[in-house]
Structure formats: structure tokens, C-alpha cells
């Protein structure tokens, strides 16, 4: 148990320290994690849009598939992007795999099954009537999109905050398409494996735990956005 | 506010090396895990100017790599497996870097009597024993030395006696102090992890650990960095990446971890 006291402990005084690797590691964990989840929202909102507003055949299993997505296993979409990205893949020209952008588009393809997902839930949510009555007013097709995503604003952040949360805390895909490589591609949860295989367990806490702060710190940030703005009209 | 947020994560420069002067190291867990890479890249790094990608994985891996054409130079300590991958001739040179020792750890009061004796009577001494032994089971050095002597003793291990990790030699170490049975460890790993477990056996020519590095070719692929290859070998095999191999380890542990081998001959057993 005391092992996880130490982990607080080591936690506390790298960050306050200022030691320049967690800085690194943190930096460089919000960089692709946030990037990725920017990127599943801007895919996965209109996608979700789409697959909830219009009517077109084989809709259903399209929805059912982007649910499956909410439980890929990270691992997996890792092993799919290396295949992808190897010298001797279709993108291998490229040269991305073990850098940070392998890293986010993999944990963007993890993302965005999340997001359209839940995305596609929350717009479905709200009055089917609201569409007509947005056009009615005379709002075009892409006016009346917007106030319904407005509408379901306080979902669609929600299906933000559940990509970010997946991917931020995820190390298979890191692991295998960023390699961990110190100072590149090293993120919180990959470190925090390393330390372990090393026998660093209060390292691997600290890291745990400062993982932790910042998705804390990140989801009250868009928390407290949500709460603030007026609601438009 | 949202958006200022937003803007942060995705915005940022591109960092990390250029393609053209990096080349990927593949290795093992063993040499990534002692510490002896991070004390030494940087030192390459300085010298040649060549960025290293490592990808730290079992022996098997590292050559699976090598063999698709997916990592420019190999460090690894499968000289079996190496000498074969050598023979399918997309490699270039194979120069002998290093070694230590593997030991076989187990329980203090060591229930299967293995001290003392040859490797291979300690293996058939567990088997018969039925107290546990933990593999590493994903072939690597370790676990291709492991099948070694198993094959040696004449025995196939089976049985619930026999669990096989998949794991790195740290994880196995702690479920072989956990389970309170043995495992065969090289010496670096369970020298920084040690938990409760002992040195039973030790020294036997069949327990030496030796380590190549095996530059890899265009044969491979496309996309090779061969200059690097000759580069990170070229370097490593050099004076001053062969003092810092014998000098690491004193500080923290005490002792040397490595043994620099360097133009000797080529060790048997």
C-alpha cells in the first residue's frame, strides 16, 4: 500500500519540480490525445448528422457499427495502422510510423466511432418536429444543422469528453504505432507501462495519477464552458 | 474558452528526427530495460549524428522485423535463431557486441535442489519437482535459451507446473517471486528486480548470453537505411561505446552488467 502513497509523493514533486521528461510526456499525451479528439469530432459530428437525420438504406447497420466502435479495442486499431504505416505498407512512403502523428491517427480512428455513436444518440434526442420547424422559419439546410447541433450541445460535448477519455487513456495503439520512443513518442500511459516492466511501480503511479489530473483538469475546462455560455437562441 | 483549448491541442509543430537520418534500432527488452540504451544512443547520436528509432521487443520480434525490412539494425542475444536469419542472406554484417550471464532464480530454500548442479540436470530437477516454473514464453532470447536446455534435458514442459508469461523478464520475475518458483533470468534484469527471489545456479558455459548486432540490407526492402546500419555497428564495436559497455552498471549496482567482446572470438557454448 505504500506504493501507492510513494506514487502520490512522486507525482506531487515531479510536477512541481518542473523535471523536464513528465512535462515532456504530459505535453506531448494532451498534444495528440486532444488533436485526435478534434479530429473524431469534426469526422464524427457530421457523419453522426447524417446517419441520424436522413433515411438511407442499410441506416441501421450503419448505426449498429459505429456502436461496435465503442468497443474497439485499442490494441487492434494499433496493430492496423502499423500494417498500414510499415515501410512495406500501402503508406509506408509516408514514413510515420514512431511519431506523434501515427499516434493521432490512431487514436482518432478510436475516437470516432465514440463520437458518432453518442453523437448520433444526442441528435436523436431532440424533437424531430425541431427540423421542420427551423425550416419553417425559413433557416436553410445548413442554418436549421446548426441550431439542432446547438440544441444538443450539452450531449455532443459529452460524446467529446467519452472520446477524449477513451483515447487519452488508452496505450495499446500508442504503444505499438508510437514505440515509445523517449522524448518522441513517449505519452503517460505508455510510460507508465515502462516503469512497471522496469519495477518503478511508484513511478508508474505517479504517472497514473497525473494521467488522471489532466483528463480531470481538460473535462472541467469543457464542463464549466458548457455551464457558462448563454443559451443561444 | 473552448476554442482556445481546442486551438492547443491541434496546433503544434511537427517534431522528432527527419527520415532521412533515422534509422530503427530493433532490440531487446533485456538491453532496453537495464538502462544500457539510454546511456548509450545519445552517445551515438553525438558522435554520428544519426537519430535512433528503438523498438524494444523479444529476440524472435526484433528479427521478424528485421526480416520484413521494418528495422535497420538488430541488437539481440538469439544466436541460434540469428545464425539462421543470417543464412536467408538479406543481412549484412554480424559482429559480436557483448555478453553476460543467464542464472536460474527460484525460492531461497530452493525446493527442487538445483544448486550446484549442470543447467540442464536443474531443468529436469524442476519438471520432476513439480514446483513452478515460469517462462517467458514469447520468444525471445531468454525464452529461446529457456527451450535450449529444455531440449537439452530431453524434456517437453507441460503441465500446470509450466506458465508461460508472454511477458517481459520483469513481469516473469515477479510472477515466479509471487507463484515462489523458478525462472531463468539474465543476470541485469534480476539484478535491478530482484524481489525474494536467489542466484540457485550459475556459470555453466550453457548459460553464457552473448550479443550481436546484425546490420540489415536493401534485401530487405525498400526504405532502408543500410548507412545507418553501418553506422550504429560500426560504432558500437568501437572504443568508446566498448568502454561505456563495461563501465555501466558499476555506479547503481555495483557491478559490471555487460562485458564488452568486441574483435574477440567468437564464444562457444
Not at chain 1, 499516434?103 to 453518442?118: E, K, N, R, S
Not at chain 2, 549484412?92 to 555478453?99: A, E, F, N, W
Not at chain 2, 535442489?113 to 543447467?119: E, W
Request: glycine fraction near 10%; proline fraction near 5%; aromatic fraction near 6%.
Amino acid at each position: 500500500m505504500d506504493v501507492l502513497l510513494d506514487g502520490l509523493v512522486a507525482a506531487v514533486r515531479l510536477l512541481l519540480s518542473g523535471d523536464a521528461d513528465t512535462w515532456a510526456i504530459t505535453a506531448l499525451t494532451l498534444r495528440v490525445s486532444l488533436t485526435a479528439t478534434c479530429i473524431a469530432v469534426i469526422i464524427g459530428v457530421p457523419l453522426a448528422a447524417a446517419v441520424a437525420l436522413t433515411r438511407f438504406p442499410g441506416r441501421r447497420v450503419v448505426l449498429a457499427a459505429a456502436n461496435t466502435g465503442l468497443g474497439l479495442p485499442p490494441v487492434v486499431v494499433g496493430l492496423f495502422i502499423t500494417v498500414l504505416l510499415w515501410r512495406s505498407g500501402p503508406l509506408g512512403a509516408f514514413g510515420l510510423l514512431y511519431t506523434p502523428t501515427a499516434m493521432i491517427i490512431a487514436q482518432a480512428v478510436i475516437g470516432t466511432p465514440i463520437v458518432v455513436a453518442l453523437a448520433a444518440a444526442a441528435l436523436r434526442q431532440v424533437d424531430p418536429d425541431f427540423l421542420v420547424q427551423m425550416q419553417g422559419l425559413g433557416a436553410t439546410r445548413a442554418r436549421a444543422l446548426m441550431a439542432l447541433i446547438g440544441e444538443a450541445r450539452l450531449p455532443l460535448l459529452a460524446a467529446a469528453m467519452a472520446a477524449f477519455g477513451a483515447v487519452v487513456s488508452e496505450v495499446g495503439a500508442a504503444q505499438m504505432v508510437g514505440g515509445n520512443l523517449a522524448g518522441d513518442t513517449r505519452v503517460l500511459t505508455t510510460a507508465a507501462v515502462l516503469a512497471t516492466s522496469r519495477g518503478e511501480f511508484a513511478l508508474a503511479i505517479a504517472f497514473g495519477l497525473i494521467l488522471l489530473f489532466i483528463a480531470f483538469a481538460v473535462n472541467l475546462v469543457l464542463t464549466l464552458a458548457q455551464h457558462r455560455e448563454p443559451v443561444r437562441r | 474558452m473552448l476554442a482556445v483549448l481546442l486551438l492547443a491541442g491541434c496546433g503544434g509543430p511537427a517534431a522528432g528526427p527527419s527520415a532521412e537520418t533515422s534509422l530503427i534500432l530493433a532490440t531487446t527488452t533485456s538491453t532496453q530495460d537495464s538502462g544500457l540504451l539510454d546511456e548509450l544512443l545519445p552517445a551515438f547520436t553525438a558522435a554520428t549524428g544519426w537519430q535512433v528509432k528503438t523498438v524494444a521487443v523479444g529476440s524472435g520480434q526484433a528479427i521478424e522485423l528485421g526480416r520484413r525490412g521494418e528495422a535497420d539494425v538488430l541488437l539481440v542475444h538469439s544466436p541460434a535463431t540469428e545464425q539462421k536469419f543470417v543464412a536467408e542472406g538479406a543481412t549484412g554484417r554480424r559482429l559480436l557486441v557483448m555478453h553476460n550471464d543467464f542464472v536460474l532464480v527460484g525460492p531461497k530454500s530452493d525446493p527442487a535442489a538445483i544448486r550446484g548442479v549442470a543447467p540442464t540436470e536443474a531443468m529436469a530437477r524442476t519438471a520432476r519437482s513439480g514446483v513452478p516454473f515460469v517462462s517467458r514464453g514469447d520468444d525471445s532470447g531468454t525464452n529461446a535459451r529457456e527451450d535450449q536446455l529444455w531440449a537439452a534435458a530431453g524434456i517437453r514442459p507441460t503441465g500446470q507446473w509450466y506458465q508461460e508469461t508472454g511477458q517481459g523478464m520483469g513481469a516473469t520475475l515477479r510472477v515466479a517471486d509471487e507463484h515462489g518458483g523458478y525462472t531463468l533470468s539474465d543476470r541485469a534484469t534480476w539484478l535491478s528486480q530482484p524481489g525474494s527471489l536467489v542466484v540457485l545456479n550459475e556459470g555453466d558455459r550453457q548459460l553464457l548470453n552473448v550479443y550481436h548486432v546484425i546490420e540489415m540490407t536493401t534485401h530487405a526492402g525498400d526504405r532502408m537505411q543500410p548507412d545507418g546500419a553501418v553506422a550504429f555497428a560500426d560504432w558500437i564495436v568501437g572504443a568508446p561505446a566498448q568502454q561505456m559497455i563495461g563501465e555501466f552498471g558499476r555506479a547503481k549496482l555495483g557491478q559490471q552488467l555487460f562485458v564488452p567482446d568486441a574483435g574477440k572470438p567468437e564464444p562457444t557454448g
